[in-house]
């Protein structure tokens, strides 16, 4: 039986301008990492609170 895995991690990062069409580089080389490694991203969740606004909870599975 294969049973898939799951990781969610929290990567800090900041969008300056949300019209400017900026790249969101922490997190976009988190999951290009994690690409590599064989995990597909799942979710991609803002923070919300005053601990975790400035950054994402991105969800990997496989």
Do not use: C
């Amino acid at each position: 039986m294969n049973m898939t895995e799951y990781r969610t991690v929290w990567v800090e990062d900041w969008v300056t301008d949300k019209s400017s069409g900026e790249t969101v580089v922490n997190a976009t080389n988190a999951m290009n990492r994690h690409a590599a490694e064989g995990w597909e991203v799942v979710s991609a969740v803002p923070g919300t609170n005053a601990q975790t606004y400035s950054g994402l909870f991105i969800t990997f599975r496989r």
